[in-house]
């Protein structure tokens, strides 16, 4: 392969040096206060470069050069299959794909109790969601709603959460060091599965009330809208301020693409104050890093609420599975100073492993796992019914939030994902969605009506992976269409257009959805 072949796969695709610079700036018209902030990995021509390319599109008659390569040079290009979530970034070296797998095994893995003949797999709970993390994101894709009493949540749970109250709690919010106040007798998230000789906390409960919406054309939308509870409670009751807010486990593809976006860039899409007064006013999620003791973008999660994938993986070892890690080193994971037995439980930390149930070389290569799962490549990015769509969805306003396209960092620290042009569909910045979405529920800068924009890539395979079409942050949307019909708030303009659309308008746009 030619040298030049090799760079333009390496750089996925970035702008060529004769591309126009006429069509504007999207980073300098924004009102955000960090619009006019040069990325410091680039020099100035190169920024211009880089804006240029990530302009949304005003041509509809035809695809964008590579679109189709939804992640860059990192684009899986397998066929698709109900593994579409599960493949290697396409450019991973032969060494790395090694320690892809290596992850992949790490993350199948189905952890025991303590004490166990299988030292290395010792650690579980004692109070846990899942055995593994395979088990919340099924086949690296999106989780669902219990579909009965009988059907166990393994891929949802509760989040948990108290107003502050004490002097000190207030403080530890407002200062960001802590993000909220967990429940003081159950902890950060409702755990229903424990080892044996332990009672699990208790059981999720979920019923819904439908209500009929009416297209434009005479089409008839039932929503869903859930209402949640506990049974079962083994270790008291609930304190009466309790907050309680559902999660399905997300997709997992994409994620070290997300983490190579330069905060810059997302930082000029925010108008926390509407200054430009059209109605969209997405604010960043800052998170307080305890190592560089200062705040920095939250990108990961419905809320935003996680500042890295390392963080993430360390708090759902802790939180979903029970296992202490060298970032997250209690080996009682989520229970409380008020379950006295099950702090007291046996733990699977071996000295001779390393630091924690899941030591630091385990963490790490469940996180290189969790960077390099690819994006699959997008279909049907011709056919005319898509590019209608793709038009609807920009003329729509939905790329307000979904913000289509960037290229990631030149310095992101791992040569396969620098420098790539992706096409996440999503600014990562949080949003008002309207009373029906509301969890009521505040996590750090998210107030309890604000969720992370999310990341539209992959979407269109979810029944293929999953075999289910459940979306949003709890499931309770059927399809994209309910999705879509369940948007508010800031998004109340652009759901309105949809429902007044023409039937067969709705379809194209649900068609690009689809390929995407």
């Not at 959460?161 to 530890?172: D, F, L, N, Q, Y």
């Not at 409670?233 to 009466?240: M, R, S, V």
Request: include cysteine.
């Amino acid at each position: 392969m030619a040298a030049s072949r090799r760079k333009q796969l390496i750089l996925c695709c970035t702008v060529s040096i004769g591309i126009s610079l006429s069509a504007g700036v999207i980073a300098n018209s924004s009102p955000s206060p960090f619009s006019n902030h040069l990325r410091d990995d680039l020099n100035e021509v190169d920024q211009e470069r880089v804006r240029a390319v990530t302009q949304p599109t005003t041509d509809f008659s035809k695809a964008e050069n590579f679109e189709q390569k939804s992640a860059g040079a990192a684009t899986s290009k397998k066929r698709i299959s109900n593994k579409a979530f599960s493949h290697p970034s396409g450019n991973l070296t032969f060494e790395d794909e090694r320690d892809f797998k290596l992850g992949n095994s790490l993350f199948k893995k189905i952890w025991v109790a303590s004490p166990s003949s299988t030292k290395a797999s010792d650690g579980l709970g004692p109070l846990y969601n899942a055995r593994s993390c395979q088990r919340c994101h099924l086949k690296d894709g999106r989780g669902h709603p219990p579909e009965n009493n009988l059907d166990l949540a393994t891929s949802m749970f509760l989040r948990l959460s108290v107003p502050p109250r004490t002097p000190e709690e207030i403080e530890a919010i407002k200062s960001g060091t802590e993000l909220r106040i967990a429940e003081p007798t159950y902890g950060g998230q409702l755990q229903d599965q424990a080892v044996t000789g332990l009672s699990a906390e208790g059981k999720m409960r979920i019923s819904y009330q439908e209500k009929t919406i009416t297209l434009n054309g005479g089409e008839t939308v039932s929503l869903r809208t859930p209402s949640y509870s506990v049974e079962e409670l083994a270790y008291g009751d609930l304190d009466p301020d309790v907050m309680l807010s559902p999660r399905v486990a997300p997709p997992m593809i994409g994620l070290g693409l997300i983490e190579a976006i330069h905060e810059q860039d997302i930082l000029a899409l925010a108008d926390q104050n509407d200054l430009d007064k059209d109605g969209i006013s997405g604010k960043p999620s800052m998170i307080f890093d305890q190592i560089s003791d200062k705040k920095v973008l939250g990108r990961f999660g419905w809320k935003a609420s996680n500042l890295s994938i390392h963080m993430q993986s360390a708090n759902a070892f802790a939180g979903d599975i029970g296992l202490s890690t060298p970032d997250v080193p209690a080996p009682w994971g989520d229970c409380t100073v008020n379950q006295p037995t099950c702090r007291a439980q046996p733990n699977g930390a071996q000295k001779q492993l390393g630091n924690g149930e899941a030591p630091k070389k385990v963490l790490d290569l469940v996180v290189f796992y969790s960077k390099n799962l690819a994006v699959p490549a997008r279909r049907d990015v011709s056919n005319a019914k898509v590019l209608e769509g793709k038009e609807l969805f920009y003329n729509s306003g939905c790329i307000a939030c979904h913000q289509p396209k960037y290229v990631t960092r030149r310095d992101a620290g791992q040569k396969e994902l620098s420098f790539q042009l992706i096409w996440p569909y999503s600014d990562l910045l949080l949003h008002d969605m309207g009373d029906g979405l509301a969890d009521n529920r505040p996590v750090g800068d998210a107030t309890g009506r604000e969720w992370r924009t999310a990341p539209l890539w992959g979407i269109g395979l979810t029944e293929t992976v999953n075999g289910h079409t459940y979306f949003l942050h709890d499931g309770r949307a059927r399809n994209l269409l309910e999705a879509i019909l369940w948007h508010g708030g800031e998004a109340q303009v652009s759901r309105d257009t949809v429902v007044n659309m023409a039937p067969d308008e709705r379809r194209s746009l649900l068609k690009f959805l689809g390929s995407l």
